[in-house]
């Protein structure tokens, strides 16, 4: 399942999460964004239970995204114990997510 | 070993999509594998996805990039084309029926169409993809928002160039054109919107040296590509769009490539019989939207006579498809 976050959650989705989270900042006018849904979907399910997948949408939040020093969608960053361990620019394969996540599980 | 197939078409821009509808009608069953979303403006659907309101391409006045690529999807998948959302990652194209493979997964097929297309040109400097989706971008209709009241910086002179510098008036507070040249390569009325637009600045014969910042960007250090000064230009963000070149890696080794890497053809046969190419993989000169339909349509009727002649079909519908050429 993919949470949708805001400023007012992420605090407690991400940051005090005690499994590892990966974040996906989207907007609905990226094309882009919208292609990686199904990749988003499908690495959800894969780690149901291990891994928070949590959606934020930049054009609602663009404080938080500055905060975060995101200025490129899609970005999909990985946060462990309250802290980013990475972050993947642009398009990705599942592959590459699945690489990334099972690195932060191990 | 899984079963032979009529067709199998690898990517999903217009041109592979083109091919996927005359195959469809033709009762060939095609199997179009469109890939899968990988780096920098490499996706299903190609180059239109991250284009905005398309103008020059017949009947389609209006519509977004990704909205006629929706359409044209949608007409393959009406005709029967088989659409799998999988990458390729290896050929065979050695032995009839030639091998395509996904991982472990392996297809074979009597012909193959390819229509890769091409991927974003990077400026080849390594603090690029330090900054980038720090400043650096290569997707303006993604990214612009992120600009507001902004200083920008557009690399390149052609028709993406100026489409994405335009674009990106709407939301920065200055646009600097950055081209090697001192006169642009982008179509007249491209141009002529760009040079009339009172918030895009140009900066003639000069390439990007060097991509400065710490953590975001904070300038870029220009080149004169004549007298071979240098200068810096403080922006908060690049915007990268000197080109394509063909997605070909696949291919080394087994079709023709030039130079460049685009598959040498002839109309659309390549160097392999019963293999085909179509679109921006094989198209150095015209690279439009409609040219790759184009070829997408020869490639598939190349397609279905050599498949009329070489192998007669037994996986071929006993009922032919019936709607109106």
Known sequence: MIKTIDKTTFDGTVLKSDKPVLVDLWAEWCQPCRAMEPTIEAVAKEFEGKVTVAKLNVDENPELAQQLDVMSIPTMMLFKNGQPVNRLVGLSTKERLTGAISAALA | ?325
């Open chain 2, 1 to 325: 070993m899984s079963d032979t197939r009529n067709v199998i078409i690898i990517g999903s821009g217009p041109a592979g999509l083109t091919a996927a509808i005359y195959a469809a009608r033709a009762n060939l069953k095609p199997l179009l594998l469109e890939g899968e979303p990988m780096g920098a403006g490499d996706q299903p659907g190609g180059q239109l996805m991250n284009t905005t309101e398309i103008e020059n391409f017949p009947g389609a006045i209006g519509l977004q990039g990704p909205e006629l690529m929706a359409k044209i999807r949608e007409q393959a998948v009406t005709f029967g084309a088989n659409i799998a959302s999988q990458r390729v990652t290896k050929v065979d194209f050695s032995v009839r029926p030639f091998g395509v493979w996904v991982g472990d997964q392996e297809y074979r097929a009597e012909t193959i169409i390819v229509a890769t297309g091409a991927k974003p040109l990077m400026l080849g400097l390594d603090d690029e993809w330090r900054l980038m989706g720090r400043g650096v971008s290569t997707c303006a209709t993604c990214d612009g928002f992120f600009f507001r009241g902004k200083d920008i910086a557009v690399v390149g002179g052609g028709d993406a160039a100026m489409e994405e510098a335009i674009f990106l008036t709407n939301f920065a507070k200055s646009v600097t054109v950055i081209h090697r040249r001192d006169k642009l390569r982008a179509s007249q009325v491209m141009a002529d919107r760009a040079l009339a637009n009172d918030k895009i600045k140009f900066h003639w014969s000069a390439e990007v040296a060097a991509i400065n910042g710490d953590r975001m960007l904070e300038s870029v250090t220009l080149k004169d590509t004549v007298t071979g000064d240098k200068s810096r230009l403080a922006v908060n963000g690049l915007f990268i769009a000197i080109g394509h070149k063909p997605s070909s890696e696949l291919f080394e080794g087994q079709l023709e490539l030039d130079s460049k890497g685009y598959i040498v053809t002839k109309g659309v046969a390549t160097s392999v019989p019963g293999v085909y190419a179509c679109g921006d993989v094989q198209d150095a000169v015209y690279r439009q939207a409609i040219t790759s339909a184009g070829t997408g349509c020869m490639a598939a009727l190349d397609a279905q006579h050599f498949l009329e002649e070489h192998a007669p079909a037994p996986a071929k519908a006993k009922t032919p498809a019936t709607a109106a050429v």
